[in-house]
Structures are given as C-alpha cells and as structure tokens.
C-alpha cells in the first residue's frame, strides 16, 4: 500500500512515498499531479519524518530506514556509493565513477544523481565537482549548500 508524508523542514516542505512501509521517493519540491502519492499517512510515515527531523537539526548523522529506489543497476550502484560517502565529507564525481568500476564516467554520475529518488537520505548534495565546486543538485544549489553547510557545522561543545 502506498502511502505519503508531508515533512516540514527548514528547506521547505518535503513530501516522503513509502510502499509498505519501505520509502521509495523523497521530494525535495512539491510534486507535480503525476507523482504517484498514494494516500496521505503521516502516521506511516512518523519515522520517516522523525529521522529527517532529527538529521536537519543536526541532531543525526545517518539514515537507518527501509530503502526500496528504483533505477537501473548502473543508477543503483552509484546510489550504493553515495551512502557510503561519510556525513560532512564530499566526493567528486569521477571519484564515485572510479568507486563503481566506471572511470571517466562523471557525467553518467551526475546523471545518476539527478534521478536519485531519495535525496538527503541517498546523499546525492556530497557530490561535487573535480574543483571542489557546487554543480547540479535536482534541489537546487541553495538547498545543495544548506545540507552541506549542516554537516559542516561544528556542534561539538569541547
């Protein structure tokens, strides 16, 4: 059974698709009349929320949630990657092409990162350019700076 949530978040408002219980999509905007939502259930969904509540404070540093996302074998094993990379660190493109046995394959990357149906808990914003430059985040480049300013700060009291 589908089902969706809509999260407040100091990006705006992001709307989480779960099937069963295991999320599937992440909107990072408000989605268009195709999207497939399935009924609104936010209390399905309280974990989701609560998770993606606890990780914009900066309260959480990884997602421990059901992932179900749907792509080709190609986008799946970048999206693999990208989980991998560690919270407040960043990779390049051609680093996460080299990581999944594509050398030269950046822009396949960056392909793969725009159709990631899970931003923010598939962390697609840690991928940079070669120079260290902010490109392509289907979220836009404020809200790719936001997430990588958060994991930046420095909350430690000692």
């Given at each position: ?149 958060l994991e930046q700060r420095d909350t430690r009291l000692f």
């Amino acid at each position: 059974m589908r089902a969706h949530a809509v999260v407040p978040s100091p990006m705006g408002p992001l709307t989480v698709v779960a099937d069963d219980g295991v999320l599937v999509r992440l909107y990072l905007s408000p989605p268009g009349p195709e999207a497939d939502l399935g009924a609104r259930d936010d209390a399905a969904l309280a974990d989701v929320a609560g998770q993606l509540g606890e990780y914009l404070a900066g309260d959480r540093e990884a997602f421990d949630l059901p992932l179900r996302p749907v792509g080709s074998v190609f986008e799946r094993a970048v999206w693999r990657q990208l989980a991998r990379i560690p919270y407040g660190e960043t990779r390049s493109y051609g680093s996460v092409a080299a990581a999944v046995g594509e050398p030269g394959g950046a822009q396949a990357v960056g392909l793969a990162c725009g159709r990631n149906p899970l931003a923010v808990v598939v962390p697609c914003h840690r991928v940079v350019g070669a120079d260290g430059s902010l490109v392509g985040f289907g979220g836009g480049l404020a809200r790719k700076r936001f997430l990588l300013d958060l994991e930046q700060r420095d909350t430690r009291l000692f």
